[in-house]
C-alpha cells in the first residue's frame, strides 16, 4: 500500500502567497496586526534534516523550496496580535472531499512553540487584505473595504508604469519623496540582495512597488473584491504528540490532522455559511498567541487522502468474522517517511509467505 498517497500541495513559493484579510471578527483594538514577512530559504535544510531517517538519493541537498515566516507581534498586546499569508488555490474552487488529512512538516522557534497556528480553508475567504496604507501622515498596516490593485486598466497584464504598488503612486510620487533622505515615503519598495546580511535580508521581500509582478487583492481574479467568509480552520498544535508523527533532531515537526476532527477542524464564527470539502478556493495561513518574534518555517503543506473510497469496502458473509458494533475497518496508508516504524517487505525468505499478515 505504499505510495498511493494523492497530495494536493498548498504550496510554498513565497510569490504564490499575498498579504493575509482579517481572519477574526473583532477591532484592530482588541486584535491588532503584527508585523510579519514570508519567504524562501534556499541554503540552510536539507531533506534529511527535515525527515527523520531519509537516505534518499537527494537526502543530503539543500532545498530550495523551505517557507519561513517571521512574526513580531505588535507591542501592545503581543499574544493577541496576529499575521500570515493567504492565497488562492484554485479560482473556480477544487474538490477536497476525499482528502483525509492536512500535513506539513514546520519548525517553530521559541515562543512560536506557546503560540497558536492556523491554516483557514474554504470557498470564500475575504480579499480584502492588511496592507501598509498611507493615512493622513501615518502608515498604517490594515484592511480599507476596498479592492487595492496595481492593475488601473484592469487588462490583466503587468505595464511598465503599473508596478507602483497598491498605493498606485510611484516612490517620486509619494508625499515627502527625497531621492537622498526619503526615497520611499510610502515603504513598499521591493527589494532583496542575497548578500545582504540575514538581519535584513528579507525586510523588503514582500513589498509591492517594483517587484515585476502585477499585484492585486482580487485573488481570484473575478474582477470584484470578495469580502465573504465560508471556510474551515484548522488549528494546528505545535506541541500534541497526539497529532505530531516525527520530530527531527534539528526541530522540524511532521503534524498530521484528520478533517474529520471536530476538536482542532471547525468552522469559526467569522464564517457566515456552511463550508464544503468540495469547493477549496482559498487558503489562508496565520498566528496569534507570539510574545515576541520568532519564525516558523514550513515544509510540504497540503491535503493528503488516500485512493481507497472506504465506503467500498464490502463484507464477505461466509468467511469473515462479523463486523461488531463500534468496530470499523478502514484503509490507510503507509510510507516509511511519515511512519518512521514501518518497515518495507521483509527480504524475501526471511518469512515464509504465508505466515505473513496484511498491513
Ligand atoms: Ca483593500
Ligand atoms: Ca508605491
Ligand atoms: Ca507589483
Ligand atoms: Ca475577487
Known amino acids: 500500500m505504499e505510495g498511493s498517497e494523492s497530495t494536493f500541495p498548498l504550496g510554498q513559493s513565497r510569490s504564490a502567497w ?3 484579510s482579517m481572519p477574526r471578527r473583532g477591532s484592530d483594538l482588541l486584535f491588532p496586526v503584527g508585523e510579519f514577512r514570508w519567504y524562501n530559504v534556499t541554503d540552510r535544510w536539507t531533506l534529511a534534516d527535515i525527515v527523520p531517517g531519509e537516505t534518499g538519493d537527494d537526502a543530503n541537498r539543500k532545498l530550495s523550496s523551505i517557507l519561513q ?3 513580531t507581534p ?22 477536497f472531499s476525499k482528502k483525509t488529512h492536512l500535513t506539513l512538516y514546520v519548525r517553530p522557534t521559541g515562543s512560536a512553540f506557546e503560540g ?9 475567504i475575504s480579499e480584502d487584505s492588511y496592507w501598509l496604507e498611507r493615512v493622513g501622515d501615518q502608515l498604517v498596516r490594515r484592511a480599507n473595504g476596498e479592492l487595492d490593485t496595481e492593475d488601473v486598466n484592469s487588462d490583466g497584464i503587468l505595464a511598465t508604469t503599473e508596478d507602483t504598488g497598491y498605493d498606485n503612486l510611484h516612490s517620486f510620487e509619494e508625499p515627502g519623496y527625497s531621492s537622498g533622505s526619503n526615497p520611499d515615503p510610502n515603504e513598499d519598495d ?14 523588503a521581500i ?9 499585484d492585486t487583492e482580487d485573488l ?55 463550508p464544503t470539502w468540495e469547493k477549496i478556493t482559498y487558503a489562508r495561513v496565520w498566528v496569534d498567541g507570539f510574545t515576541q518574534e520568532d519564525t516558523l518555517e514550513f515544509y510540504d503543506m497540503g491535503l493528503i487522502g488516500n485512493r481507497w473510497e472506504p465506503n467500498r469496502i464490502s463484507v464477505f458473509e461466509d468467511i469473515s468474522v462479523p463486523v461488531q458494533p463500534g468496530e470499523s475497518f478502514t484503509v490507510s496508508v503507509v510510507n516509511n517517511r511519515q511512519n518512521p516504524d514501518y518497515m518495507n517487505d ?12 496484511a498491513i
Do not use: H, K
Open 18 to 20: 499575498s498579504f493575509p
Open 69 to 71: 515566516f517571521v512574526f
Open 74 to 95: 505588535a507591542p501592545g498586546n503581543p499574544t493577541a496580535s496576529w499575521g500570515g499569508f493567504q492565497r488562492c488555490i484554485e479560482r473556480y474552487g477544487t474538490d
Open 116 to 124: 497558536n497556528l492556523y491554516i483557514d480553508l474554504g470557498d470564500r
Open 190 to 203: 521591493y527589494s532583496f540582495n542575497s548578500s545582504d546580511p540575514l538581519s535584513t535580508r528579507y525586510d
Open 206 to 214: 514582500n513589498n509591492l512597488e517594483g517587484n515585476g509582478r502585477l
Open 220 to 274: 481570484n481574479r473575478n474582477g470584484v473584491l470578495d469580502q465573504n467568509n465560508t471556510f474551515f480552520r484548522i488549528e494546528v498544535p505545535l506541541n500534541d504528540p497526539d497529532y505530531i508523527v516525527s520530530e527531527s533532531p534539528t526541530g522540524w515537526l511532521l503534524i498530521q490532522i484528520p478533517l474529520n476532527d471536530s476538536t482542532l477542524v471547525t468552522v469559526p464564527e467569522v464564517s457566515t455559511g456552511q
Open 346 to 357: 521483509p527480504l524475501q525468505g526471511s518469512i515464509p509467505a504465508q505466515t505473513r499478515t
